[in-house]
């Protein structure tokens, strides 16, 4: 079982719809999550960071997290073709040895018009 | 990419050649990170560090190298390169990766023939 799991897509939707994008884990210890967005060519920015359950929103943008189902998403409103891109989701887990994140191979993200 | 770059941006090298590539950070953050990417295979990290002289190997690190003498420089020598090291190299600086996450640096696309 890998350790952080995305679905690779593309996951294709309308303009002005809500994109959805999850990411399982499989270490019940994770304490970070994260959400990069990666344009094609280019390297991966972050875009949301989520510590606790629940929901943490920044403007369009809104990060789910469910511990109990070693769950997190991210849902994009409104979405725009300028979202279009590829989503990593990162995950941190403390080992005491070495703090690294752990990445998924990402969502590629098409909005269409 | 403010505070970190990368150089060279692409490089085009011979099979059985060495190879170093420049990571160079003005944030004074700790962590330092080598990522590969490739199609299917998403990130994978190679070598990090912790601190100037503080390294440790990574998923993918046969055939790689790393030197941290100074706070702000970190290198990745491919001893004699393989077709196989193909691929685009990432850089990431963290301050405090579960609280922060990581940084990018734009990438090196490294092309072995």
């Known amino acids: 079982q890998k350790e952080v799991e995305q679905n690779s897509g593309p996951l294709s939707v309308p303009e002005g719809a809500i994109a959805s994008l999850n990411c399982t884990y499989s270490d019940r210890g994770s304490q970070s999550f994260f959400w990069y967005r990666q344009y094609s060519g280019k390297s991966p920015e972050l875009i949301m960071s989520i510590y606790s359950n629940g929901d943490k929103e920044d403007g369009r943008f809104t990060a789910q997290l469910n511990k109990a189902s070693q769950y997190v998403s991210l849902l994009i409103r409104d979405s725009q073709p300028s979202d279009s891109a590829t989503y990593l989701c990162?995950?941190?887990?403390?080992?005491?040895?070495?703090?690294?994140?752990?990445f998924g191979t990402g969502t590629r993200l098409q909005v269409t018009l | 990419d403010a505070g970190i770059t990368q150089s060279p941006r692409h490089k085009v090298t011979e099979t059985g050649t060495p190879v170093t590539l420049r990571c160079h950070q003005t944030?004074?953050?700790?962590?330092m990170y080598w990522y590969r990417q490739d199609p299917g295979h998403g990130l994978r990290l190679i070598h990090y560090s912790y601190g100037v002289k503080d390294t440790d190997k990574g998923e993918v690190s046969d055939g790689y190298s790393v030197s941290r003498s100074k706070t702000e420089d970190f290198l990745l020598t491919l001893e004699s390169a393989t077709s196989s090291q193909t691929s685009v190299y990432f850089c990431a600086i963290s301050e405090s990766v579960p609280n922060y996450g990581y940084t990018f640096g734009s990438g090196t696309r490294l092309t072995v023939v």
């Open positions: 990162a995950v941190y887990l403390n080992t005491g040895t070495a703090s690294k994140l752990t």
């Open positions: 944030e004074n953050h700790r962590y």
